[in-house]
């Protein structure tokens, strides 16, 4: 595609024999090599967080927070006096059932100030992950005119256009699937987790309209019988499938494992899958590397500067969202209306900062209370997971900017409302008191013209309501705090918004607290761990297979496994690794049974003379 190779005009181009392929079957040696890798942090000396220590929760405002207000009339003039609008939107933020104190406040605009400046910074291209040494430039995705250089500036619009023109082309069936007796594309199978799944599912969900151009469906794990699920649900409709593989580093596990298990499928299916295929993924990764050399049908650019959770205003989040018919520059537009209102520096009139400091009022700075999310709308339901990702893998964080150890973060969880009603809204009225609430109002019921009354002068959206508000009421009423975001309803506009306004919620309360929002160090140690984890997998298949080849074959205990596996310290791991195996028919128990460890013994089934597992 023209527009596309001049957005990779200035790769370099690579010798093909010198390319890592993403899909290069396990080779020994880099197999499972997991490639995110963060520089080591320094660890100073154990301090009370800047954020705990300084900002003052004062035994007075600590007193007035445990005595919310009561009184209507004063409950109403708070509601007035701190209710925020935003018109272009048609976007609400009611902070009135947050108990913050006007000192508190006072505070807080001092300590925001230097939140704002960071954010300022921010924007204009400042290093704002150190640990990365990265700009982080997601506001630039709706402004391009923020870019710091001219060529960001030019690529993020050319990206844009580039997406929209491959949507319509394969919308209107100038770009077909090259098998299908459709003639045109119907399907999407997006593969890919975290950042690079959360954004488009909730996209999706939000906004596609009921019969979409193209319907999606997403692999977002490395779970064998989920692939085999979604792939079963296509059915011949494989052939008019486009599969999008999204990943910003290229090399993520599970997502290469998806596109393995895809690519299976369409062999066996007949079909060429590299006619069908679109990848997402930073220039010259090894996903990039792979859909360049297999001809695939597009790619479309990641930035080194737009992080996993902040990418759906990126072609990760925007290509999916065009296939399926969603105006995305309307959602580009209320992206780019709510950054406008989240830079005023005015605390009262900014609704992120407004947000941040909620966070921080109910938290006392430090995560103490949960953030639960309950929109009462069907179509938000998957704000509440997206949001997980965005607030705890920015938030999160063991070292704040010092390096002072500090354990910071804010769970969130939810689903939606009424529904929750019937599930877990007993405890949080009346159990243990660790949470606030965000409600997610939406004005609009449904499309004008379907409404009727299911009882006189009542609709059922009209129960939807009562059921926010009365919810609302009966937590403040015992004691619980809650933030209330309406929305006059569910648009691409709209949605983008939402995301914009808790983008920047994050950033601003990340700096609140002196920590970088835009790594994710943490989740290298379970990616490491799993690595190693199936390395001993390999030397465990090794010993078996040396075992099994002798005439006659010699069954071995836990013990001799891991013995010959010189990790007698691995030896529950080694159990667990057999148990796996055995009940996924990969080696043979001669003695004993997997619920008894003492009493196994194991062999392979087949004896592999070369010892493909040796490494
Ligand atoms: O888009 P990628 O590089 O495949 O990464 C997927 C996800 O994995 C993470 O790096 C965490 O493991 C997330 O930050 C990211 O969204």
Redesign the pocket.
């Known amino acids: 595609m023209a527009s596309l190779s001049t957005l990779y005009s200035s790769s370099p181009s690579l010798k093909q024999s010198t390319v890592k392929a993403f899909t290069s079957p396990t080779t020994r040696g880099d197999s499972f090599s997991f490639p995110?890798t963060s520089k080591p942090t320094t660890h100073l000396p154990l301090t009370l967080s800047a954020s705990r220590a300084d900002i003052s929760h004062s035994d007075a405002a600590a007193a007035a927070k445990k005595e919310l207000i009561k009184d209507p009339d004063a409950l109403w003039k708070r509601y007035l006096d701190w209710l925020y609008q935003q018109k272009d939107i048609g976007l609400y933020l009611d902070v009135s059932r947050v108990g913050f104190t006007d000192e508190f406040v006072v505070e807080m605009e001092e300590r925001f100030k230097s939140a704002f400046k960071a954010m300022e910074e921010l924007e204009k291209g400042s290093i704002a992950n150190p640990d990365e040494g990265r700009m982080v430039g997601h506001y630039w995705l709706r402004n391009s005119g923020l870019a710091p250089r001219p060529g960001l500036k030019t690529l993020i619009e050319n990206t844009l256009d580039s997406i929209c023109s491959f949507a319509d082309d394969i919308v209107s069936g100038k770009i077909k699937p090259p098998s299908s007796t459709v003639g045109r594309f119907t399907q999407i199978l997006s593969v890919?987790?975290?950042?690079?799944a959360l954004g488009p599912q909730f996209v999706a969900e939000a906004l596609a309209p009921d019969n979409p151009p193209l319907k999606i469906r997403f692999i977002d794990n490395t779970d064998p019988a989920g692939i085999d699920h979604q792939i079963a649900q296509l059915g011949p409709e494989l052939a008019s499938t486009l599969v999008i593989v999204?990943?910003?580093?290229?090399g993520?596990p599970e997502?290469r494992n998806g596109l393995l298990e895809v690519q299976k499928a369409f062999r066996d299916a007949g079909l060429n899958f590299a006619k069908q295929g679109v990848a997402i993924t930073q220039e010259n990764s090894l996903l990039d590397n792979t859909a360049r050399i297999e001809g695939w049908l597009a790619r479309f650019p990641m930035y080194d500067w737009v992080?996993?959770?902040t990418s759906v205003m990126s072609a990760v989040g925007l290509l999916p969202a065009a296939l399926q018919g969603i105006d995305i520059r309307e959602m580009l537009a209320g992206a780019g209306i709510m950054d406008e209102a989240t830079r005023t520096t005015s605390l009262k009139n900014n609704p992120a900062a407004l947000l941040a400091m909620c966070w921080y009022w109910a938290s006392d700075g430090v995560g103490s209370k949960d953030m639960v999310i309950l929109p009462y709308k069907d179509s938000l339901l998957l704000f509440s997971r997206y949001l997980q990702?965005l607030v705890m893998?920015s938030l999160g964080k063991e070292f704040d900017l010092d390096g002072n150890t500090v354990n910071q973060g804010l769970t969130v969880y939810g689903n939606k409302g009424s529904t929750d009603q019937h599930a877990y809204i007993q405890q949080l009225r009346e159990g243990v008191h660790n949470f606030f609430a965000t409600f997610i109002e939406v004005l609009r019921d449904r499309p004008p013209g379907h409404d009727w009354d299911l009882e006189p002068g009542v609709t059922c959206g009209d129960y939807l309501f009562g059921m926010l508000q009365g919810t609302r009421s009966a937590l403040y009423a015992n004691g619980r705090e809650s933030i209330s975001v309406t929305i006059e309803e569910v648009t691409p506009r709209s949605v983008g918004a939402l995301i914009a306004l808790y983008e920047r919620a994050v950033g601003l309360y990340a700096s609140l607290v002196n920590i970088n929002a835009y790594h994710?160090p943490g989740?290298e140690a379970g990616?490491k761990a799993a690595a190693e984890v199936l390395a001993l997998q390999k030397r465990v298949l090794s010993v078996l297979n040396e075992a099994s080849c002798k005439d006659p074959v010699e069954p071995l205990t836990l013990d001799e496994i891991a013995d010959r596996c010189h990790a007698p310290e691995e030896i529950e791991m080694i159990y667990k690794i057999i148990a796996h195996m055995s009940a996924n028919d990969r080696v043979l128990i001669a003695e004993g049974s997997c619920g008894s460890p003492r009493s196994v013994k194991v062999f392979l089934g087949e004896c592999n003379v070369d010892d493909m597992y040796a490494q």
């Open positions: 995110h890919g987790i975290g950042g690079s999204i990943s910003k580093s290229g993520t997502t992080g996993g959770r990702q893998e994710q989740v990616k």
